[in-house]
């Protein structure tokens, strides 16, 4: 028996560490292009997972990590490193133009070639093949001809040879194995087309000038590491480093642009400027109280569910029905929220308008938004905080009513007296952990109305429901050709750190780490 | 006690509380709950009944339509806007594998974390608490950044890729949940593993044949709960995912809804109705399951 279980357990330890080392491997193969890239954050990231998961796999005392170090290393990737590449992100430039690393921008302006004056030229045909990839037939002024194909480097070929087929009066050859040669009838209707390919490889890169003459490309910009500058080949103009730019003295610059570090700028823009610090407070105060609002009336709402029907003949079938909201995804309440309260699809409107005359512009108004945010996240939330607040009634004990009872106390008294503050201290850190959710409740304030209506005079678009996290949503994603990561992973930063101050007072309510005994 | 209660003075005053009650007091937590239940009701009952609604334009007035039929339904699955079922089966696939890999994970991981004692078990656990306070979308800019950066080395870890989604939110639900499986696998006596250690099986043949079949209601917890978060996310699908063919569901009516609310007003709310029942027939059967998950930190203190 004992034999026999030793025999599988090294087995399986061969096979974890077999497939343990092609990850690891692989990842190694990443993290080295990553570095020659300069994406320096993610290659220390996996660099950090693959050391912590060769340790766990080669020392026998990290044995009971074996169990879950995949898991940990995505939490590492995918939950630890977002946030420490937050706070990186919120001192970069990082945004439209400036997405690349240096290294990555040197290489792709390198990488753009030009026609020189003067270049050598070459006569030439072209080939396709069936799946549409075109070839060319260079001919030299003196030489053998070349083949030349689109990322490959030229090659030195004999007709006759190779696949190559016999060549015609010119010295071209009449087919080229897996390729059709074009006539030039052909060639005239897709000459633009091909004038756009580029043949061959760097340095060697060919591209047709005319329908007689293809010419050899060089690269059009330079990089000179001793002096940090591009140089432009064709007009010798030198580009300098600005802020993540390459400029040169007249202010001309090149795209595309490189991320680098811009200290506490991003928390100056909003923390320094009287226009942008205002709306940014009004966002944070409306945070505050869509937060406190959803918590305080969806925990009400609970309460009354849990409470007032106790005892009431069918309470079974109103909890039941009152429970329904629950389990229908968030998406889908709020989408059904939205339709319901359009004037033109939903029956709210008419409804209002028959018994009051008019209806709210739930989408339009600020105010009446934000009401109707709150009341859509009510709805979606109170099933939780009913079965929550009944679930801790149940834990109150009898004996504490049964002495008021004694003492000739209400109905109201026992609620307001031993009930509610019973209640609230069982569930203090479930409210404050929803006070937290709701925060950043991204999904009621976006998916019902994106944050909006806008908010008129903003230096960055802002909308009148944005809490702090759809207004990062905003800054990053939706305002068009001018994503701002690096300001919005500042606010981000912000926001971090109301959420450890948030946790810190719910510390003091709750022995938080008590699960870690 | 037993003798105050009893006495004939508070009997009384308990009677009267309760015949001046009775009536008012019924009737008022009647009409409450009534109002209650228009509140909860209406909004699931209209959008049922809208999607049944075959005119393409709703008369505001009438909640249930005269001649209800699945046209809709019909038209959402086979209209050449919008691949609701490729959304559909994809949200279904995403979320199915990352329960598995969540819960093959956090199994695992309780397990060691409740046996095995080891130096950082301690800290380790502390690190997951603090971790687990931030919630995942303040990651967002991040997350798309570094998926952004890792699709130009690997091809499946890029945007628009469901493996880099189902990572995350793997390793976006672990965290709490590997406490909650931790903690039940604490309740089990170790006795029992003890006791088949002995008898020579390996740590592995303990976990697998002796504490994995006591497990299975942490499991089905766990399992429910990763499932309706997972299929049910918006924004992280909503930054990472672009082409209409990679969509999930909830993404996909997300843009159905902005693009073409007025046309296809009754193929989005058929929409809508279809993806709410994969969670609803799983939330069903297993509601017993989803309140011990999420009450769990609440009673217990």
């Known amino acids: ?90 001192v970069t430039n990082m945004g439209s133009g400036h997405l690349m690393t240096k290294q990555q921008a040197i290489d792709r302006l390198e990488s753009q070639l030009y026609m020189p004056e003067g270049g050598k030229t070459y006569g030439w045909a072209a080939f396709r093949s069936p799946d549409e990839a075109y070839a060319l037939w260079l001919l030299p002024e003196e030489g053998p001809g070349l083949l030349a194909r689109p990322g490959q480097p030229l090659e030195e070929a004999m ?5 190559i087929g016999a060549p015609d009066q010119d010295g071209i050859p009449l087919t080229i194995d897996g390729y059709e040669r074009l006539a030039q009838n052909q060639v005239v209707p897709i000459i633009s087309a091909l004038g756009a390919i580029d043949f061959g490889e760097p340095p060697d890169t060919v591209r047709i000038r005319s329908l007689r003459e293809a010419v050899t490309l060089k690269p059009k910009y330079q990089y000179d590491p001793d002096r940090d500058v591009m140089v432009d080949q064709e007009t010798g103009t030198v580009y300098r480093p600005v802020e993540g ?119 339009q108004n600020a105010m009446w938004t934000r009401v109707a945010v709150i009341l859509v996240n009510v709805w979606l939330s109170y099933p939780y905080f009913y079965v929550i607040s009944a679930g ?116 003091r309510f709750t022995n938080l780490f008590r699960e870690a005994d | 006690m037993e003798n105050t209660r009893n006495t004939p003075a508070s009997r009384t005053v308990l009677l009267d509380h309760l015949r001046t009650g009775t009536w008012v007091g019924y009737l ?106 931030f919630p995942a979308i303040l990651g967002m800019v991040a997350i798309f950044t570094t998926i952004q950066q890792l699709g130009l080395y690997v091809d499946a870890l890029g945007l628009d890729k469901h493996v880099s989604l189902i990572l995350i939110y793997t390793a976006g639900s672990m965290g709490i949940n590997v406490l909650m499986v931790k903690a039940y696998i604490d309740t089990i006596p170790v006795e029992l593993d003890e006791s088949a250690l002995v008898d020579g099986a390996s740590p592995w043949q303990t976990f697998r044949h002796i504490i994995l079949p006591i497990m299975t209601p942490i499991v089905i917890t766990i399992g429910v709960l990763t499932f309706i978060a997972a299929y049910g996310d918006f924004v992280i699908a909503r930054v990472l995912l672009k082409s ?30 279809l993806a709410a029942i994969p969670v609803i027939l799983i939330y069903i059967p297993l509601q017993r399951f989803v309140i011990d998950g999420l009450t769990a930190g609440s009673v217990k203190g």
């Not at chain 1, 001309?252 to 991320?259: A, H, N, Q, S």
């Not at chain 1, 990053?476 to 606010?491: H, K, P, R």
């Not at chain 2, 990679?246 to 997300?254: D, E, N, R, Y």
């Not at chain 2, 843009?255 to 989005?268: E, Y």
């Open chain 1, 1 to 90: 028996m004992r034999h026999i279980n030793t025999q599988l357990s090294r087995y399986g330890y061969i096979l974890n560490l077999g497939v343990m080392g092609v990850l690891l491997a692989g990842i190694l193969r990443v993290v080295f292009q990553l570095y020659a890239d300069g994406l320096y954050p993610l290659a220390s990231a996996l660099s950090a997972i693959t050391v912590f998961l060769a340790l766990v796999y080669l020392r026998r005392r990290f044995t009971p990590l074996r169990w879950f170090a995949i898991g940990v290393g995505l939490a590492m990737l995918f939950t630890l490193y977002p946030i420490l590449y937050t706070f990186y992100l919120s």
């Open chain 1, 159 to 163: 007709p006759g040879e190779d696949g």
């Open chain 1, 245 to 363: 730019t390459f400029t040169s003295d007249d202010g001309e610059t090149l795209t595309p642009g490189y991320i680098v570090y811009v200290g506490l700028h991003h928390f100056e823009r909003f923390l320094g400027n009287e226009r942008f610090r205002e709306p940014l407070i009004k966002i944070f105060l409306w945070n505050v109280s869509f937060a406190f609002a959803s918590v305080f009336l969806s925990f009400a709402v609970g309460l009354v569910v849990t409470l007032l029907f106790e005892g009431l003949p069918g309470s079974r079938v109103i909890r039941a029905l009152l429970i329904i909201p629950w389990p229908i995804p968030v998406l889908v309440s709020i989408l059904i929220w939205r339709s319901m309260l359009n004037p033109d699809l939903g029956f709210v409107a008419p409804l209002l308008e028959s018994l009051f005359g008019s209806s709210p512009a739930w989408f």
């Open chain 1, 392 to 507: 801790a009634i149940r834990s109150i004990p009898h004996e504490i009513y049964d002495a008021a009872v004694v003492d000739g106390a209400s109905a109201w008294g026992k609620f307001q007296h031993i009930t509610l503050p019973l209640l609230l201290r069982i569930l203090m850190p479930l409210l404050i952990a929803s006070f937290t959710f709701n925060f950043n409740n991204f999904n009621v304030i976006y998916i019902f109305n994106f944050g909006l209506p806008p908010m008129p005079n903003t230096i960055v678009p802002m909308g009148q429901t944005d809490i702090l996290i759809s207004f990062v949503y905003r800054l990053a994603f939706i305002t068009s050709n001018v994503t701002d990561y690096g300001l919005a992973a500042a606010i981000t930063v912000m926001l971090f750190l109301l959420i450890s101050l948030m946790v810190v007072f719910q510390a």
């Open chain 2, 28 to 133: 008022t937590r009647y009409l409450i709950a009534g109002m209650l239940i228009v509140f909860a009701v209406a909004p699931a009952l209209w959008i049922v009944s809208a999607s049944l609604n075959p005119a393409k334009s709703l008369v505001g007035g009438t909640l249930w339509p005269e001649n209800p039929s699945f046209v809709n339904y019909r038209e959402l699955v086979t209209n050449d806007f919008f691949p609701y079922l490729t959304w559909f089966g994809n949200s279904l696939k995403i979320a199915t594998i990352t329960t598995l890999c969540t819960v093959t994970i956090t199994c695992l991981a309780g397990y060691s974390l409740s046996r095995f004692r080891f130096k950082g078990r301690h800290s380790f656990m502390i690190a997951i608490l603090i971790l687990n306070v």
């Open chain 2, 244 to 273: 209409s063919d990679q969509l999930t569901v909830m993404v996909g009516l997300m843009l159905f809804q902005t693009d073409r609310f007025d046309q296809d007003f009754g193929m989005i709310t058929a929409g809508a109705v």
